[in-house]
């Protein structure tokens, strides 16, 4: 029959090449409407068969192909082929639809997974069954009943784009008579196979025997090699089909199968586990001959053994009774054989759900499917059994089919003796107490509670759709449990004898369906098998058979022989290669034959290579045995226990830990070789034609397999034995010289230099040290931007440089490098985020700022470092006098900074750009006449005062005594409760400093020591029982404290890291405290000043002391009298904290402070609370210990006017919805009965609710401050009452605005610990006033370059925690980032990293405390932030003009429609012209504008094209601008308005300032005036595009 297609098809589809080739239009925009026909009626065995030529990314699915008896003449074209009625059979995926019915959910292989080349076919047998073939493979019948007159049926549906039709014929008679064979058994797997042209050989029919003999003791049967070898993707196609097989190569085939066969004998299958072919089967009869059992088809049964339905374990030749499961199950030791009981099951006798499940659950696809009905609404009452118990041996696997995001906690799966008739079902199955046990997360809970924590390193809560889970009970008790078929080992040793395997669909799980076909690795082994023989190896030697193994011979490293479907081992397993590497590009990973031994090099040669893909080799190693392991198509998708170097990056369990590792895989040659040991510490190293390219990982486990993958252009890969031209690998890369080879891809021009100066061994989190300590990376570079300090390896000596070149930048983040020394050294230094962190000891160049302990010292230096590019070198030196200078390329910008100590260290970060460094041989000493030989010895004299003067006060601690007339103190009992104060206020400058006398190392923790404004007269007498416990849970009055390395203000933490930590205290060393006149806090060790601690300190403060755990006794050294106490302290220059050249982001308005009353009150929790209320911390804190609700919680004293009260939210527990409430009652609560919920309070209460306002439960304000279900971990909440009896609410600090009037006095405050919202925390900071002044008050200097969004400060008056920006529970994101994901815009024009998307909404904006207006550019302009919009950041390219746009640029907004959005993208900036997608509108004669005169060169009559801007959206965002469109939410199903529009840099003087031509009658925004509120350009690249912009209504 002619090969064609029916002229008739989908309205997308275009034919060419006479009708044969199908192409569907519009494949990125469109993924349906490409339904093709062919044009003549199927006869009877014809194949009609296309080839896929193209595919794109774009889209789910693939093909679909089936049959139809509808007359495409006549026919009305659905929009793909599933919508087909009318006796239509569709092969989709790997289901079959008939009708638009699902009738067969799993068959054949996965069109969706074919790639461009990949052939397919569709066949109506004699017998009218549905044949689908697959690159010349039958799949078997889909399907039976099919009527005579049939058309077969292509959709083009997408990822695929087109096709051509290559035959439509009969197919070979060698396959079709396999295909025959297949349905005489009934759909089994493996086909019977017989050696086509052999010659008679009595060795070879021997062979032959031990072959056929070997197939029938595992239950399989002997491989056949087709006559017509019509298989391509398994056979090469230089083969013809009356080819005659060498003695050579059918060797090869029958040596693998009898060493495969005495290896299961040794492995302990051979003796009770075979069962068949005339070996006794355990329980089971005589086997049959070869000939009876050839004919059989149930795999199981083909032992003769017990009959399938048996309990006992014994069935099938697989299993012969208890002992005789065989040891070659990919499952693991005592998994499945191919003999196990799956083959003889009967329909009925399927696993499948009971028909009594959760009251929630809904049974489908014949009970192979359970779904829990409401899944936004209900989290549990899922719960599903089998319909039988599970047999021993037998996999249970189930396939996740739908997740939900809204809900922690996934899918639970189990077994339990329970029988589901008689169970009343619970909510959930972790709640069953007896004869259950569950797989919960990565844990295993036996009847409820957890005996297994980690089970293993997946969880179950992070499976996605498609995963696979699965358990079995094996016959020795032992519970497994498998995902995605890699097994997991024990869960539980004594599992009972009759258990039903359980599932509980729970939280985000919705539906799964019951999988049964599991095994498909004998399969590939035997594919393998065959590719091993027919892949050409001319003059090799052949091996002797022997059965025996040599003992003597050496364990060399060989491929193992289960490999890839596309791959072959050839060559006695020294060489792997892909046959058909020009047809296919994955499926080609092979493993070593054993685990790598410590320290012993695995490396392999590039033998071949093609040029047709992208892509290369891959190595690298894994943890799972390639025995069991069903093999991926690239080894970067297996998700567990593998380290792989792909491209010049490393990858872990399918995720990237390095960006810029190595030497490019991708880049190597045929003769290149690559190579992979892991080190006995655990590391994991790479080679490169021999070059070690330095550690990739850490805590690699030591029985690890290499691995290569064969992909892209890698086509063939040989083992190198000889391993004399490979370096020994460096004991520790960071010490010591060493010499790079010119072809090292971190080598500076292949230098070798005899300096010493290495990168330290220690470095921040991101940072990567490689090529022998001399280059530093930052990993991850395109999502952290930070934590990638790196550090010199010993200290400059004076006159020597340390200079270093740029080798890598990234064009994602604002700022770059960042270079300087420090006096801390390495060992020390606990790496902050940015070296501008450290408060001390550390001068740094950033940008054009000189910096000093984190404080700008001068601006505008001699270099701007962020202006630099790659290849660009940084050097700096310390001379002897003390000075620092910066080298740019070789030339000396001048002096820095002076005054530095002797020995520093180099420290380079690597921020923002700048991702990679390496040291150069520039570097040593580069003026000998500024060396010293002497060395400096930093010290710290003592100075005793002349006369004790400082005492301790009488008022103390009640485990303290006082000694010496009060200049000693000693802890008598306890580990706690001896606070000791100065006896006197510290003077400005006066320090307070004690020894330590006494150490007792039984206790834990060490001396604290601060200042407190807690006046010691005031307190009671001694003993002070009621004085705190510990200096940092005393917080009646304000204290700053130093805790081991941690500063703290009433408890809250300030600073981490600050200075040596106070818990390595030992007999002699001082400790003292100073209140400088600068309002600063210093701490003193052994006389040296460790810096300001804390800022902003109050003026009269006593020095306080806590005598805490091992510290028992301290005298005071100290005196009141004015010395001048020396101490060694780095150089600072007076200078302000903020740094000039900032204005350009600072908020225009400003908050006045007002006074607040002088004494406010000190607020506790009322003892008088809800029931599932517990007080802690001196009844500061509370915690809701039980249920979701009965939280209510009321202060004890009243709430004075204009008081601050402030809490901070401790603790929320996701497992509920909804959180917090807070508010005032009119009433005192002593004896007040607490309801569940503050909303049932009815009497004088006002109530502040998600973002409304409550009064005696009815609402009287909508849309009130932000939404506080929304508030994270860390927001400190706030209420006052101001003079005018009005309530407030305050979010971090941030006034809210008037919530509510008219609230009586006294009035008391009240929080109702609900849902989310666990504990709570009062912050007795005691803020009076209405605005106080913050503890830290923050000027734009002292921000970080990253609280910049990609250059634009967005609020520099506030900075919220760093959970509450943004955030992340915003569902008013969530719905435009829905419908952003609608316009189908790439992923490539928006930035990578999510945290750059802001939401404007009323709740985000306020919990962020978002200013309404900001300046920005030279000279400084107005802009609004775009309330009620939601922002995606657009990838911006980093180079200097963009650099120079976000500082000196004015922020503009555009508003345009949907359809324009693609158009401006492709442009990356708004046209003018007349290839702009905005209006062009003709320009008047005269205008406002100045637009108005014709250009001077531009023909008569032009039209003049303009592009609309303003510095509001609220204008921008008219609907003339932006017109609205109505969507549906794919979530709610609702439907919305959307609007979009762009957020833009604009040039200085590319536009003009006018009136509003829309909108006339009203101001659009109180900021601008009418007549400047819109701004007219018509100069190209005068905007650059920064954010899209989309407001959903």
Known sequence: MAAELHPRSGKLIGLSNSNRTARRNKPVQEFNHGLVLSKEPLRDRDVFTVRIDKKVNSWSGSIEIGVTALDPAALDFPSSATGLKGGSWIVSGCSVVRDGRLVLEEYGRDLDQLAEG????????????????????????????????????????????????????????????????????????????VVCGTREDPGITALMNVAAMNGLMHGDEVPELSCSHSRPDKFPNNLEPETVLTEHQLFDVFNNAIVSFYRSEDEGGGEDGGGGGGVDGGNGRAGHTGSELSSRNDRGSSSGGTTANSDSGSTGGGVGGDGGSTNN????????????????????????????????????????????????????????????????????????????????????????????????????????????????????????????????????????????????RKASGALHFYINGIDQGVAAAQTPGVVYGVVDLYGMAVKVTIVHNHNHSDRLRRNNAIMRALSPDVGRPRPALSLTPDAEAPDRLLFHPNCGQKAAIIGDGRTAL??????????????????LRSNEVFQVRIDKMVDKWAGSIEIGVTTHNPAYLQLPSTMTNLRSGTWMMTGNGVMHNGTT????????????????????????DGSLHFFVNGVPQGPAAWNVPPSVYAVVDLYGQAAQATIMDDMVDLPPLPEDCSEGPTALSPGSPCSIAGAITTSDLRFHMLHGNNAVITNGGRTALRQNSRSEFNDAIVISNRCLRDGELFEIVIQKMVDRWSGSIEAGVTAIRPEELEFPNTMTDIDYDTWMLSGTAIMQDGNTMRNNYGCDLDSLTSASRIGMMRTATGDLHYYINGVDQGVACTGLPSEVFAVIDLYGQCV???????????????????????????????????????KHGKNVVLLGEGWQAIRVGGYSHAIVFSAKELKNDELFEVRIDVVDEQWSGSLHIGLTTLAPPELPSCPMSGLSPSLPQLRTKVTWLLSGNEVRRNGVLLRQNYGCSLDRLIVGNRVGVKRCSDDTMHIFIDGEDMGPAATAVAKNVYAVLDLY???????????????????????????????????????????????????????????????????????????????????????????SRQQLFQFQIDRLNPSWTSSLSLGVIGHAPDRLNFPSTACCLKRSTWLLQRDSVF??????????????????EGTVLGLLVDANSCLHLYVNGMDQGVAAQDIPSPCYPIIDLYGQCEQVTIVTNNVPAVAGESTEPRCQGDMEKADMVDGIKESVCWTPPPEVNPNKTCEYQALCSRFKELLTLPDGYFSEDAKYNLCYCESCHKLRGDEAYYKRGEPPRDYA??????????????????????????????????????????????????????????????????????????????????????????????ETFAPKVQFQDPRSHRCHQAQVGFQVCVRPGSYKAGPQTVSQSESLDPRFSSSEIEWITKEQGGTMLYGLLVRVE
């Open 118 to 193: 990949d052939r397919v076919g569709i066949q109506r047998s004699s017998r009218g069954e549905l044949h689908l073939w697959v690159n010349g493979q039958d799949c078997g019948a889909a399907a039976s009943g099919l009527p005579p007159k049939l058309w077969a049926v292509v959709d083009l549906y997408g990822k695929c784009t087109q096709v051509t039709v290559v035959s439509c014929e009969p197919p070979p008679a060698c396959a079709d008579r396999e295909s025959e064979e297949l349905d005489e058994e009934d759909g089994e797997e493996e086909e019977e196979v």
């Open 329 to 472: 199950s990919p499952a693991g030791n005592g998994g499945p054989g191919p003999g196990a009981l799956t083959g003889g099951m009967t329909t009925n006798d399927a696993l499948l759900f009971h028909e009594k499940c959760g009251t929630l659950i809904k049974l489908s696809n014949n009970n192979k499917t359970a779904e829990r009905r409401r899944p936004l609404d209900e989290f549990n009452n899922g719960v599903v059994m089998t319909n039988r118990p599970l047999r021993h041996n037998e996999m249970f696997e189930i396939r996740i089919d739908k997740l939900v995001d809204k809900w922690s906690g996934s899918i639970e799966i189990g077994v339990t003796t329970h029988n589901p008739n008689n169970l009343d079902y619970p909510a959930t199955m972790t709640n069953l107490r007896s004869g259950t046990i569950m797989m919960s997360g990565c844990g295993i809970l036996t009847n409820g509670k957890g005996t297994r924590r980690e089970y293993c390193e997946f969880s179950l809560d992070e499976l996605q759709e498609g995963d696979h889970i699965g358990l079995m």
């Open 578 to 595: 892909r046959p058909y590497a020009i047809d296919d590009f994955n499926h080609g990973v092979v493993l070593s034959n054993r685990p």
């Open 657 to 680: 830990i390095l960006d810029e590792y190595g030497h490019n895989l991708d880049r190597l040659k045929a003769g290149d070789t690559v190579g992979v040991v892991r080190k006995e």
């Open 916 to 954: 990679q460094v390496s040291i150069t041989s520039s570097s040593g000493p580069l003026d000998n006449s500024l060396c010293t030989s002497n060395v400096t010895e930093n010290s710290f004299p003592i100075h005793y005062p002349a006369g004790v003067a400082h005492r301790f006060h009488s």
């Open 1109 to 1199: 755990g091992k510290i028992t006794a301290a005298c005071i050294v100290s005196s009141s009298l004015s010395e001048d106490v020396e101490s060694v302290k780095a150089p600072s220059l007076t200078s302000d904290s903020c740094s000039e050249g900032e204005e350009d982001s600072s908020p225009v308005r400003e908050v006045e402070c007002e006074p607040g009353p002088l004494v406010p009150t000190v607020m506790t929790f009322l003892e008088n609370h809800g029931k599932n209320i517990q007080l802690s911390n001196q009844s500061l804190s509370a915690s809701r210990v039980s249920s979701y609700n009965q939280g209510l919680l009321v202060t004890a004293q009243p709430l």
């Open 1255 to 1272: 009064h005696n439960s009815l609402k009287i304000c909508e849309n009130y401050g932000p939404n506080l279900d929304t508030c994270p």
């Open 1425 to 1518: 932030l775009p309330f009620g919009w939601c922002r995606f950041a657009l990838r911006i390219k980093a180079n200097c003009e963009v650099s120079n746009a976000m500082k000196k640029w004015h922020i503009a907004y555009h508003g345009t429609s949907v359809g324009a959005l693609r158009r401006t993208l492709d442009h990356n900036q708004l046209l003018s012209g007349a290839s702009s997608v905005f209006s062009v509108s003709p320009v008047k004669t005269e205008g406002p504008n100045d637009y108005s005169e014709a250009d001077e060169y531009s023909a008569p009559g032009r039209e003049v094209p303009r592009v609309h801007l303003s510095p509001t959206m609220r204008y921008s965002g008219l």
